[in-house]
C-alpha cells in the first residue's frame, strides 16, 4: 500500500510491526511484545548504573592516587634492555609493591618503604612469584650512594626505589603500588578478613601493634585472645605484618608480609565482581600507583587465572649475612650481590643469568664497603 503520505506511512508501520505477514496481532502476542519492552528498559537501565559506577570509579581514581611515571628517568641497565627479548624476562610483568609506615597517608616520599617485594607475573599463565627485598639490605640507591635500601623511596619516592630495584637487580620495572596501613586495613576488611595461623610468639606483638594503629587510624580495635588458625580482620592482619620482635627479626617479618598479600589474593579469587568493586572505591584513596584505573579493574577481573606459585626473600639465605656498617646501622649485607641476582633470575625466570656489567660494579663496591665489617 505504497503513499506519499506521512499519515499513511504511519499507518502502515504500525499495522506491520511485530508481523511480517501484515496480520492483526493477537492479545497474547501484543502482551509479550509489551513485557520484551520492559526487559530492554530494565536491562537499559542497568547498563547506565553500571557505566555510572565505573565513571565514579574512573573519577575517584584519577583525582587520589594515580601518578604518571616519568619514563624518561626510570633507569634500566643497558645490558637488560638488549636482552629483554631473548631471555626469560620477557612474557612477565613485574610490578613493585611498596608497603609505607604510615598512618597518616604520607605515600609519595619521606617515608621509608617497610616493605620491598617484586610481583613477577607470566602473562601466559597468571603464575605469580613474590619476593621481598629485605628493608635494611645495603645497596647502590640509584645514586651511586650506598645504604639500607628502603631510604631510595624516602629519599626520592617511588621512582627512586623502582629505580634502585632496577640497577642492583638487573630487573625492568615501570610500574608500582604504594599502599600504607589504613589501604591494606580497609582492603583486607573488604574482603571480610582473612585466615592467619597465629602462634603464641606473635599473639602478644600483634595486639600491641594494633593497639597502636587503631588510636592513630581512630579505630577500635578487636584483641586476639587465640593462638591457632583464624579469621583476622584488616587492623589485626595488618598488625600481623609489622611484627619483627620474634625469631627471625626482619626476615620473619618479611615473610609474613608475604603470607598475608597471598591470603589478600586468594580470598579475593571467592569475592563477587560487588565486592571487588567496593575494594576499588574504598582502597583507591588510599593508594598510591602508577597504574592506571583500567588496568586495576582488568586485574581485579581476572583475578581468578592467578596463581601465586613461589615466594621468597632477597638477598637469600645462602648468599647473606648481616652487620653493622658504620654510621648506617645494622644491615642486611650481600656477600655477592652477583650471586645473588643470578640465584634470582633463576627464581623468577627459571633461566640461567649472567649479571650484567653493571651488576658487576655494584657487587664490588658493596664487597669493599662492607668487608671489614663482615665477621
Not at 130 to 150: A, G, I
Not at 228 to 236: A, E, K, S
Not at 272 to 282: Q, V, Y
Not at 294 to 299: A, D, G, P, S
Request: charged content about 25%; overall charge negative; hydrophobic content about 35%.
Amino acid at each position: 500500500m505504497a503513499t506519499n503520505s506521512k499519515k499513511s506511512r504511519n499507518s502502515e508501520s504500525v499495522k506491520s510491526s511485530g508481523n511480517s505477514k501484515g496480520k492483526k496481532m493477537s492479545a497474547k502476542e501484543r502482551e509479550k511484545k509489551k513485557r520484551k519492552k520492559i526487559i530492554l528498559f530494565i536491562v537499559e537501565i542497568f547498563v547506565l548504573l553500571v557505566m555510572v559506577v565505573v565513571l565514579y570509579g574512573v573519577l575517584k581514581g584519577e583525582k587520589v592516587g594515580k601518578v604518571e611515571l616519568n619514563a624518561d628517568e626510570l633507569v634500566i641497565n643497558e645490558e637488560v634492555k638488549e636482552r629483554e627479548e631473548t631471555t626469560n624476562m620477557k612474557g612477565y610483568r613485574n610490578i613493585a609493591l611498596f608497603g609505607v609506615d604510615s598512618t597518616t597517608g604520607a605515600l609519595t616520599k619521606n617515608t621509608r618503604s617497610d616493605t620491598i617485594m617484586i610481583a613477577s607475573i607470566n602473562q601466559d599463565t597468571g603464575d605469580c612469584k613474590l619476593v621481598s627485598v629485605y628493608r635494611d639490605t645495603y645497596l647502590n640507591l640509584s645514586n651511586d650512594t650506598y645504604n639500607k635500601c628502603n631510604s631510595a623511596y624516602a629519599k626520592g619516592g617511588p621512582e627512586m626505589a623502582i629505580n634502585m630495584l632496577n640497577m642492583n637487580l638487573d630487573m625492568n620495572i615501570t610500574d608500582f603500588v604504594t599502599v600504607g596501613f589504613a589501604g591494606l586495613t580497609d582492603t583486607i576488611d573488604a574482603l571480610g578478613g582473612i585466615m592467619i595461623d597465629v602462634d603464641s610468639s606473635e599473639i602478644h606483638h600483634l595486639n600491641s601493634y594494633q593497639f597502636t594503629m587503631a588510636e592513630d587510624l581512630k579505630r577500635t580495635y578487636n584483641e586476639v585472645t587465640e593462638t591457632g588458625y583464624q579469621l583476622l580482620n584488616g587492623l589485626q592482619a595488618t598488625a600481623y605484618c609489622r611484627i619483627r620482635y620474634t625469631a627471625g627479626d626482619d626476615f620473619k617479618r618479611a615473610e609474613r608480609q608475604r603470607e598475608v598479600l597471598m591470603a589478600v589474593a586468594e580470598k579475593a579469587k571467592t569475592a563477587s565482581p560487588a565486592t571487588l568493586n567496593e575494594i576499588a572505591n574504598d582502597v583507591f584513596s588510599e593508594v598510591y600507583t602508577s597504574l592506571d584505573l583500567t588496568e586495576i579493574v582488568e586485574l581485579l577481573g581476572g583475578i581468578s587465572k592467578y596463581n601465586i606459585v613461589g615466594q621468597a626473600g632477597f638477598p637469600d639465605e645462602q648468599y647473606r649475612t648481616t652487620g653493622t656498617i658504620g654510621s648506617k646501622g645494622s644491615c642486611v649485607i650481600p656477600l655477592d650481590l652477583k650471586e645473588n641476582v643470578e640465584w634470582l633470575h633463576q627464581f623468577l625466570f627459571d633461566e640461567t643469568y649472567t649479571v650484567s656489567s653493571d651488576v658487576q660494579t655494584y657487587s664490588d663496591k658493596i664487597k669493599s664497603d662492607t668487608r671489614s665489617y663482615i665477621k
